[in-house]
């Protein structure tokens, strides 16, 4: 079952709740906090894409293509829709031969505020999982597969990425549990241990016996963490988090839920937010990290838009506020 974590108040009275779960996971692949249940099923969501990238090293892809440091870094972001993200995303399509229209990921504006006030028309480059979609169209162009329909399940480049979270989290391919993301593309849930676990081996590439994915992994974090614009964007919690903390790596899914690998620590963290409410979701991993030492007082006051969170009415007066209750 899963616990509150976080209580909304009003006033002195507690108005809202939130339960959710958390599962920290050493080197030894063992739990040593958690709250909740570490058997929860949770959707990956967007904290897959490290590990959907991995194809595109380990294939001899991002070789073949002269991906750069930055273009491989991109494909693993949930992206503000920036115009420097852009160019890069542009950049890459360049390369394989393609344009913006073969991208199957559908239009929504641009995350980041300012961009979005400035841009006269949104395009699929804006969309959170460009850089995703295009990982995805570089394996196509690699293996020479149909670029039409590789959004779905059946497609081969579907399967090349579900046999990569089947190794990360080890759950069988016939155990992962399928959806539809918001990008169109399938999405998979595994318990939150296995979550967990995954970024425990992002943490720790050496643990990895595959070569291959090993030296994929160390590359992808190395560069996520030097270039964290590209995990996210300008006021967005993974890139402002990894400003403040360079020995992390932080990846948020849509709808509640985040993962965390720490390489010095060799951990991996992963939170579900059961309400999938995002604000909620923003404090109770500073709250997590704050728990666990790796973020310290200064730390929070840097990131405090994520973490001092006040409830206002119409008059903008203070009336409440979200409150961490839970201990690990």
């Given at each position: ?18 339960r ?39 294939s001899g ?14 494909f ?20 394989l031969?393609?344009?913006e ?34 990982a ?28 990569e979270?089947s ?36 943490s ?24 964290p ?9 993974c ?11 932080a ?33 109770v991993v500073?709250?997590?990290?704050k ?11 840097k ?9 206002t ?11 961490p209750?839970?201990?690990?």
């Amino acid at each position: 079952m899963s616990n509150i974590l976080v209580e909304v108040t009003r006033g002195e009275f507690p108005e809202n709740i939130h339960r959710g779960h958390i599962c920290v996971v050493n080197h030894d692949n063992y739990v040593t906090k958690s709250i909740g249940d570490i058997n929860f099923l949770t959707f990956l969501r967007s904290c897959a894409k490290p590990i959907q990238a991995i194809p595109v090293i380990t294939s001899g892809a991002m070789e073949k293509f002269r991906i750069t440091e930055k273009e491989i870094t991109i494909f693993s972001g949930s992206l503000n829709g920036q115009c420097f993200q852009i160019e890069i995303l542009k950049a890459i399509l360049n390369k394989l031969g393609l344009d913006e229209n073969a991208l199957q990921c559908g239009i929504h504006p641009p995350s980041h505020i300012e961009t979005r006030k400035n841009t006269p028309k949104f395009s699929v480059l804006h969309n959170n999982c460009a850089g995703k979609h295009i990982a995805m169209l570089t394996l196509c162009q690699f293996y020479n597969f149909p670029i039409e329909n590789y959004y779905k399940i059946e497609h081969p480049v579907q399967q090349i990425i579900l046999d990569e979270i089947s190794y990360f989290t080890e759950v069988p391919k016939n155990e992962i549990k399928i959806g539809i993301d918001g990008c169109g593309v399938p999405v998979f849930a595994v318990p939150i241990f296995n979550f967990a676990s995954a970024y425990q081996k992002l943490s720790d590439p050496e643990k990895i016996s595959d070569t291959k994915k090993s030296s994929a992994v160390k590359l992808l974090i190395k560069n996520s963490i030097k270039y964290p614009e590209l995990i996210a964007g300008d006021e967005r919690i993974c890139t402002e988090l990894m400003r403040v903390k360079s020995n992390l790596f932080a990846k948020v899914g849509a709808d509640g839920s985040y993962g965390i690998a720490i390489p010095k620590e060799k951990i991996g963290i992963a939170i579900k937010i059961e309400s999938g409410n995002m604000t909620v979701l923003h404090l109770v991993v500073l709250e997590t990290l704050k728990q666990l030492k790796i973020l310290n007082d200064n730390d929070i006051d840097k990131l405090k838009i994520f973490y001092d969170i006040k409830v206002t009415n119409h008059r903008k007066e203070i009336v409440g506020m979200f409150k961490p209750i839970f201990k690990l």
